[in-house]
């Protein structure tokens, strides 16, 4: 199994910004999907974004224009530009490796995870 390390995460105000990393122990990016789940206190873990193998992105729809996800192949590292950050985005982030899409929409996640990084937006 592939090994995730997340870094970016912090404390941030309202309307600001953040940028996570994930970095894989190896070059995955040919043959796995990648995406960055979030886990707010008491609530499920959910996707908030994804990239296939063929660059089609996939987004939350509380995200959707606030949040980019990316991959840079040559720093073998997967992105999630986070802007216009809102107290309901604190969260602790997993970036995931190997995730999947079902017929009917929903995502499967895949066995890598990464240790987390958390997000807090307050003022």
């Known amino acids: 199994q592939v090994q995730l390390v997340e870094s970016g995460g912090g404390l941030v105000q309202p309307g600001g910004s953040l940028r996570l990393s994930c970095v894989p122990s190896?070059?995955?990016?040919?043959?796995?999907?990648m995406g960055w789940y979030r886990q707010a206190p008491g609530k499920q873990r959910d996707l908030v974004a994804a990239i296939t193998i063929g660059d089609t992105t996939h987004y939350l729809d509380s995200v959707k224009g606030r949040f980019t996800i990316s991959r840079d192949d040559a720093e073998n590292t997967v992105y999630l530009q986070m802007d216009s950050l809102k107290p309901e985005d604190t969260a602790v982030y997993y970036c995931?490796?190997?995730?999947?899409?079902?017929?009917?929409?929903?995502?499967?996640?895949?066995?890598?995870w990464g240790q987390g990084t958390q997000v807090t937006v307050s003022s």
């Open positions: 190896r070059s995955i990016f040919g043959t796995n999907n």
């Open positions: 995931n490796a190997g995730l999947f899409q079902l017929p009917l929409g929903s995502w499967v996640p895949g066995g890598s």
